[in-house]
C-alpha cells in the first residue's frame, strides 16, 4: 500500500514564505513525478508545480518567479518553497505522486494523492 503525506501548511501574511513537504511510502517501486496542486474555495483543483525523476520541472504561470518544487529521490519527498506569497494563494494543496507499485512492476503507473493540506495567507 501507499501512503502520500503533506506537511508544513499553515497561515502567513502577504508576502511571507511557507515550506511544504510530501513524503509517499510504502510499496513503491519507483516515482515517475511528484507535484502540488492547489484548490480554492468554489474552484478548481489546479496544478501549481510539479517535477519528474529527471528533476524537470514545470509551474503554473501564477506561481512562477514566487514558488520552488524540489525533490529528494531518496527519501521519495517533494517539497514546495513558498516565497512572496499572497492572498490569492490561500487554498488547500494537494501532493500527487505517480509511481509504480512493486506488485504490478513498471509498465502500470499511479497516481496517489495526500489528504491536503491548508494554507492561508492573510492580505
Known amino acids: 500500500q501507499v501512503q502520500v503525506a503533506e506537511s508544513g501548511g499553515g497561515l502567513a501574511q502577504a508576502g511571507g514564505s511557507l515550506r511544504l513537504s510530501c513524503a509517499a511510502s510504502?510499496?513503491?517501486?519507483?516515482?515517475?513525478?511528484m507535484g502540488w496542486y492547489r484548490q480554492a474555495p468554489g474552484k478548481q483543483r489546479e496544478l501549481v508545480a510539479i517535477?519528474?525523476?529527471?528533476?524537470?520541472?514545470n509551474y503554473a504561470d501564477s506561481v512562477k518567479g514566487r514558488f520552488t518544487i524540489s525533490r529528494d529521490g531518496a527519501k521519495k519527498t517533494v517539497y514546495l518553497q513558498m516565497n512572496s506569497l499572497l492572498p490569492e494563494d490561500t487554498a488547500v494543496y494537494y501532493c500527487?505522486?505517480?509511481?509504480?507499485?512493486?506488485?504490478?512492476?513498471?509498465?502500470?503507473?499511479?497516481?496517489?494523492w495526500g489528504q491536503g493540506t491548508q494554507v492561508t495567507v492573510s492580505s
Open positions: 500527487s505522486a505517480d509511481l509504480s507499485l512493486e506488485s504490478v512492476g513498471s509498465r502500470h503507473m499511479f497516481r496517489y
Open positions: 510504502g510499496s513503491i517501486l519507483s516515482i515517475k513525478a
Open positions: 517535477i519528474t525523476d529527471g528533476s524537470s520541472t
